[in-house]
């Protein structure tokens, strides 16, 4: 089972719900780091490195000798990564993504496979859990394909494996944060009763679910604000599946990167039944796909 942890907006408890309800899960279990752009999995869960790799995104190198200047390659280009002026070719890489089009229709082998750096994927243990993060290189603008590749990664070891895998993803509903949540079997959506966070919860309650996986809420510092976002969770059939109190033992437990789960015997049964809960929902999801199939 893949439980991705999403929010509508930064700052609602996302990371350490992620880093909590892995620390309680029964089971192997993958902490996974999809927030590439600003990854922070890592400060709660203090895994132990064992492997890195940079990774590449395809894109092309260009022999000018053999160019021709026919254009077929910066026509098939839907992203201008690629511009013919007169008798010069241009590649923009940092606007490629990656397709391999351009050297499929070069008519004179003129396009090769070169390569951008995307950041890195990392590696390890955190206690019994597994630990996997992408983390994107400063100034690249594009974190899908690096999440793909950490997700490739996902893949294969729950492949090879087994297990399950809590997928810290990147908070907002913009093309990473759906990309991150869009093959889990649960998600879900963190929040806190502030008006921001019902106003962002609510553009990911919209964002998400169209993809039509089961989705529940957590209420991160429930006691502040007011009860919208309870009565919006009724109105939509969303099930609240936790409640973290406004406390500021949590607040310093947070600042200090630790496991809020490990903070007192309440806390941790929380969790717990947050984790059964989710469990519940991944299994009804299968019913009714089955039922539709
Ligand atoms: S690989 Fe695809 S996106 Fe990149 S330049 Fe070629 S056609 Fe454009
Ligand atoms: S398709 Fe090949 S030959 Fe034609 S402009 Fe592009 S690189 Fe040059």
Redesign the pocket.
Known sequence: MIVAVASGKGGTGKTTVAASLASVWDGSVMGVDLDVEEPNLHLFLHPTIEGSETAYL???ALDEARCTYCGA?AD????G??SIMGQVTL?FPEM????????AVCPEKAVSAGRRELGEISWGRAGGAGFLAGRLRVGEAMSPPLMRLVKARLDHTLATNGGDAIIDAPPGVSCPAVNAVMDSDVILLVTEPTPFGVYDFKLAWEAFTPLGQPMGAVINRAGLGNDAIYRFCREKGLPILAEIPYDRAIAEAYARGRIIADLSAGLKETFVSLRDQIRDLAKAGRSREAAHA
């Open positions: 395809m894109v092309p390659c098939l280009c839907q992203f990564a690629i590649t490629c993504h990656g397709c391999g089009g351009c050297i």
